[in-house]
């Protein structure tokens, strides 16, 4: 049977490539110079596809001569067509066409120099306009899209950097509540969060020294950090800005571990027998039961401002408030039994029965109880929410500097 598909297969892959070859006979009378290469080539393409199965189908070798013969021709003059474009300076038509000359003939005369010529060379002058008009941001990110070897790519590239780096002295923050720590540990954060961005054109400056600076010659006996201070600081330790921040609030609510004793039924499968049938069989009964139910939660708020200051000109770049809150709650069930037996309901007197107890038959009421047994019963610290708030407000203040470009 394999012997057999492979014949069957040969012969209908030699008629796909006998098909394509005679396309590329007519194409080649007709003086269809493109088609008869492409034609040519989709009969090599299918020939290599089946022979990894094993299948081998012949092209005749008088095929393959017209074939280079033609394809040199066409290259050739693809070749100049393109040298003639890009001359004139159509990039993208020229790119284009060394492709195709790349595809066919690889290693024809110089097609890869020109091919990254006409590739590179209009993203290179865009580069270099961003970098005569400053724009140094958008200069960097434009010669990215350019191998380093193209030109001085690398060397400009490491100009524009250089020239949009955007250094930053980080103040210590300041805090305005009773929550001590909370300055720091946002800084902290926010420190962490630049790194993490790998921003290539912002710097932060060492805080030590800069809060050094500050604190010795600038603060003096006020303890205030104003856009002034913060200005000139900036420039005695050599940066083009300042950022100040502040933990202007922060309020807790704590509700402590509450208990309720709830009324429900526990459900039992009792076994009795049928002295008529003389058999024995179930029955479900209900006893009443108490099962306690936990209430807590807790609740963080703060604000925090920060401000990012020019120390050019003691202009506020950048300024906000930011408010956040952060809560964490539990809602649980427990009980001395098994709460996959305990149904919901309600009864009067649990020694003996009222006219409106009642088991809930519900099946929304009696998967809601069981998922109360599964809830979580470890309550968030508030230091756990406030950090986390810590976190976020860092984040947020990280990313605003990130997304920050002096040059728009």
Do not use: C
Not at 57 to 81: A, F, G, R
Not at 138 to 153: G, V
Not at 380 to 386: D, F, R, T, Y
Request: neutral net charge.
């Amino acid at each position: 049977e394999y012997i057999e598909a492979q014949i069957a297969l040969k012969s209908s892959a030699q008629r796909v490539v006998n098909n394509y070859l005679d396309d590329f006979f007519k194409s080649k009378n007709f003086q269809e110079t493109k088609d008869a290469v492409y034609h040519y080539r989709s009969a090599k393409i299918y020939q290599e596809k089946v022979n990894g199965f094993n299948v081998k189908v012949d092209i005749p070798q008088h095929y393959t001569k017209d074939y280079e013969v033609l394809l040199n021709h066409y290259v050739e003059t693809i070749y100049n067509k393109a040298l003639a474009i890009l001359e004139k300076e159509s990039f993208n038509e020229a790119e284009q066409l060394f492709k195709e000359v790349s595809l066919l003939l690889p290693n024809y005369k110089d097609v890869q120099d020109l091919q990254d010529v006409a590739t590179y060379e209009p993203k290179y002058r865009q580069a270099l306009f961003f970098l005569e008009n400053e724009k140094f941001r958008a200069s960097y990110y434009q010669f990215n899209k350019i191998p380093k070897s193209y030109k001085d790519t690398e060397e400009l590239q490491a100009m524009a950097l250089e020239a949009g780096l955007f250094t930053v002295g980080l103040l210590k923050f300041e805090n305005a509540t009773n929550k001590k720590g909370g300055e720091a540990s946002i800084s902290a954060y926010f420190s962490d969060n630049i790194i993490k961005l790998n921003n290539p054109f912002l710097k932060l400056v060492d805080r030590t020294h800069t809060e050094t600076i500050i604190n010795e010659q600038l603060m003096g006996l006020s303890g205030q950090t104003t856009e002034n201070t913060a200005a000139n600081a900036g420039e005695l330790i050599g940066v083009k800005a300042i950022l100040t921040g502040k933990l202007v609030s922060y309020t807790k609510e704590k509700k402590p571990l509450r208990k309720e004793e709830i009324k429900a039924w526990f459900e039992r499968r009792v076994k009795k027998y049928n002295k008529e049938t003389e058999k024995h069989y179930y029955e479900i009964e209900y006893d009443k039961i108490n099962y306690q139910e936990f209430y807590a939660s807790n609740n963080v708020s703060i604000a925090f401002q920060y401000q990012l200051i020019s120390t050019e000109s003691g202009e506020i770049l950048l300024s906000d408030i930011i408010r956040f809150d952060n809560s964490d709650e539990i809602h649980y069930a427990s009980a001395n039994y098994n709460y996959r037996n305990i149904t919901p309901g309600t009864w009067k007197w649990k020694n003996k029965s009222h006219p409106s107890d009642e088991v809930y038959k519900s099946v929304l009421k009696k998967n809601a109880l069981k998922q109360l047994f599964k809830n979580k019963r470890e309550l968030k610290s508030i230091e756990q929410l406030a950090d986390e708030l810590y976190q976020k407000s860092a984040q947020q203040v990280a990313q605003k500097i990130h997304t920050y470009n002096p040059e728009n």
